[in-house]
């Protein structure tokens, strides 16, 4: 007779080794925890399907956070209630890979709902695991969303009342009124025939996937003895007694046979494509520039802040321009304050020979204040041996760094001895290219005709920009 061979699946790892170096054969779930039930039936189910390799799965914020520790595949922390979000990122960018989404109740159905709704909405082709055990497991049992009426928690020690906290909601039936999702199944863990229909159910879900057919979305009830005070076989018994009467377990949505596979085709664009649907195709072609510019080129990155209506952030796109068009990577960020008057509007532009991972800047090494308030805000983030260009028109003070490099221009009375104060922007950008050196001022010229709409206004632009090359020649070095 062949002998049964029991052992671990390779989805999961040897050994179960956490932070600090201990290993363990077990999880760190409590006894009679659904969550490790559920593990077992994903690291089963991705063994037989031979698509551990492939996978990523993201662990929640909750009991299941750790799923990290045991399942050897791919793995991604999301923050609370995001995985739906993360899951769509990480599953757009790598269509060959297979994303699982695996979630709490507290996650998914109060701090994540808005992030679940969407992601079955749009028919993200991942896999949603959804573990409903009626409480906040980890942070000690208070009430979920799914917290039955009348069940008490830390947080509703009278019982749920449904004059104060509302009803139960039923995650599965709610995504199941949704077009797009192709599968909503919920089942149980509480015995052998209830744990083999949720064993085939991971894998329809997993299947899926892996067949392209789109959002598959599992709900679980999930025994949770330490939170509920009741001993593992209790805890199930009380699934049985009062949650399938609220959440019964069925089959809510298969549209899967009908489900056209989806196609997915990871399709590179050219420059030109993106620029004509960023609506930028007017700056041209970019130019050809030698590998030692490339090479050499000092990453910028820079924070222009200042009142509204000075320019800041049409700055920020007229130098992105300039370094787009010398084949440099560029990021342009708005960035609008919540103060009405007085405060600061700024952008963060990033130009850079490199790819650009953040587009923000935390760290500018350039830093232009056209008002005092944008002085005072970015002042200290500046790296050691930043530049700061100041609106001396306005910022009444010095810097009071020491080890940052310092241009005083009086911005705005250049501009208006042009005839247009809001010319100070361009005054600057001219004075910064001359002062860098780090790209020839002219590109200005060639950028600015196609980016400033108001065409009465080109030509001052440019006065504004020789303007400040002039300043700069004549005074750098002297302020
Ligand atoms: C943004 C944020 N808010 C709140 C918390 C605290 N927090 C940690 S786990 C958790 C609830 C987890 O409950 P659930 O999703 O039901 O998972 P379970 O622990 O029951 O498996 C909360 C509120 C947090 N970590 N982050
Ligand atoms: S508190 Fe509940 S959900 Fe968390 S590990 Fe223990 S039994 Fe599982």
């Known amino acids: 007779m062949k002998a049964a061979v029991?052992?671990?699946?390779?989805?999961?790892?040897?050994?179960?080794?956490?932070?600090?170096?201990?290993?363990?054969?077990?999880?760190?779930?409590?006894?009679?925890?659904g969550h490790g039930n559920l593990h077992k039936l994903i690291a089963e189910a991705l063994t037989d399907f031979n698509v551990a390799d492939r996978t990523i799965l993201?662990?929640?914020?909750?009991?299941?956070?750790?799923?990290?520790?045991?399942?050897?595949?791919?793995?991604?922390?999301?923050?609370?209630?995001?995985?739906?979000?993360?899951?769509?990122?990480?599953?757009?960018?790598n269509p060959n890979s297979i994303v699982i989404s695996y979630q709490g109740d507290g996650d998914l159905a109060a701090i994540g709902t808005a992030e679940i709704l969407h992601a079955a909405n749009r028919g993200e082709n991942i896999s949603v695991f959804f573990v409903n055990?009626?409480?906040?497991?980890?942070?000690?049992?208070?009430?979920a969303p799914t917290t039955l009426v009348g069940q008490k928690t830390t947080t509703t020690p009278y019982g749920r009342k449904v004059s104060n906290e509302g009803f139960p909601i039923r995650m599965a039936e709610i995504i199941s009124t949704l077009e797009a999702p192709v599968y909503v199944e919920r089942t149980a863990l509480i015995d052998f025939k209830s744990i083999s229909r949720t064993k085939r159910a991971v894998r329809k879900v997993l299947q899926?996937?892996?067949?392209?057919?789109?959002?598959?979305?599992?709900?679980?009830?999930?025994?949770?003895?330490t939170g509920w005070k009741l001993s593992a076989p209790d805890a199930q018994q009380w699934i049985r007694d009062y949650m399938l009467p609220v959440f019964p377990t069925e089959v809510f949505k298969d549209t899967t046979k009908d489900a056209e596979t989806l196609q997915y085709s990871h399709r590179e664009y050219t420059d030109g494509e993106v620029l004509d649907v960023l609506g930028l195709s007017e700056l041209g072609e970019r130019k050809e520039v030698t590998k030692e510019f490339l090479d050499n080129f000092p990453v910028q990155n820079m924070k222009i802040a200042g009142f509204g209506g000075q320019g800041v952030l049409s700055a920020g796109v007229v130098i992105a321009a300039c370094g787009m068009n010398e084949n440099l990577d560029v990021t342009w960020i708005p960035s609008y304050g919540p103060e009405m008057r007085g405060g600061t509007a700024?952008?963060?532009v990033i130009i850079s020979n490199k790819r650009i991972g953040s587009?923000?800047?935390?760290?500018?090494n350039v830093l232009i204040a056209m008002n005092g308030p944008s002085l005072d805000a970015f002042e200290d983030d500046v790296v050691p041996n930043g530049l700061v260009i100041i609106n001396s028109s306005i910022v009444e003070r010095r810097v009071k760094r020491k080890d940052v490099v310092t241009l005083y221009i009086p911005l705005t009375e250049i501009a208006s001895n042009l005839g247009l104060t809001a010319a100070a922007n361009m005054v600057c950008l001219g004075a910064y290219l001359e002062f860098t050196g780090i790209m020839d001022y002219k590109l200005l010229f060639d950028v600015i005709p196609k980016t400033i709409k108001r065409k009465n206004m080109i030509e001052t632009n440019i006065k504004a920009v020789e303007a400040g090359v002039q300043y700069v020649r004549e005074n750098a070095g002297k302020n």
């Open 6 to 33: 029991l052992k671990k699946p390779s989805a999961f790892y040897d050994k179960f080794e956490r932070k600090g170096g201990a290993h363990q054969e077990t999880t760190h779930y409590c006894p009679g925890c």
């Open 58 to 93: 993201i662990s929640p914020v909750g009991c299941s956070v750790f799923a990290y520790y045991y399942l050897n595949v791919g793995n991604v922390q999301a923050a609370h209630g995001r995985a739906p979000a993360v899951a769509t990122g990480l599953k757009r960018a």
């Open 133 to 143: 055990n009626a409480i906040y497991g980890m942070t000690g049992s208070q009430m």
């Open 208 to 225: 899926n996937q892996i067949e392209n057919r789109g959002f598959s979305f599992l709900e679980i009830l999930s025994p949770c003895p």
């Open 346 to 348: 700024n952008c963060s």
């Open 359 to 364: 587009p923000l800047t935390t760290k500018p």
